[in-house]
């Protein structure tokens, strides 16, 4: 089973978290969505039941609002939190795809071979939902993400896109 740990402080003393595990944080959202429930509880389904789900359609008809809507709801199913990787600004190649990742959920990859090793080797056993926003622009990055899912049994992806996605 799944045990929760917790560190007692006092005055004076921040958290230590053990070497080579993250301290994650759930997203802030800053607004709420006000509206689309139906299209919010099927989202919800889906991502309790799929470890892979896509918002896909054209640009600005609200799948970044809906997904964080989503990931804001269902934040308390994930003990280890819901990141939020926007991806809009980043190039077509995996190394920069991985590199926003690991940023976003501040993953300190010293001590590995590879990136792509210390994102698996953190995510190993953790909880969590990481909603992966405008993905169209790095479909590179597709297998990856696949890998991803499989090294990691408790990683959910909720992915906004502009196109479909065939090769993850």
């Known amino acids: 089973g799944r045990h929760r740990i917790f560190e007692l402080l006092w005055n ?18 800053l ?6 429930e139906k299209e919010i509880g099927d989202v919800m389904d889906a991502v309790r039941t799929d470890r892979l789900v896509t918002l896909w359609g054209m640009g600005g008809i609200g799948k970044t609002r809906l997904a964080y809507s989503v990931a804001e709801r269902i934040a308390q199913a994930f003990d280890d939190g819901v990141f939020f ?11 920069d795809v991985l590199s926003e990742i690991i940023a976003q959920l501040k ?4 001590g590995f071979t590879d990136e792509e090793t210390a994102l698996k080797t953190a ?3 953790r909880s969590i939902l990481l909603t992966l926003d405008n993905f169209e622009g790095v479909l590179s990055a597709a297998p990856l993400i696949g890998r991803l899912l499989q090294a990691c049994s408790g990683v959910r992806c909720l992915i906004t896109s502009q196109k479909a996605l065939d090769n993850i």
């Open 12 to 29: 004076g003393r921040e958290p230590q978290h053990p070497k080579g595990h993250p301290a994650f944080s759930p997203v802030r959202f």
């Open 31 to 36: 607004t709420h969505f006000i509206g689309r």
């Open 85 to 95: 990787v926007p991806l809009a600004q980043t190039d077509d190649k995996k190394e």
């Open 107 to 110: 993953i300190s990859t010293s």
């Open 123 to 125: 995510l190993q056993n």
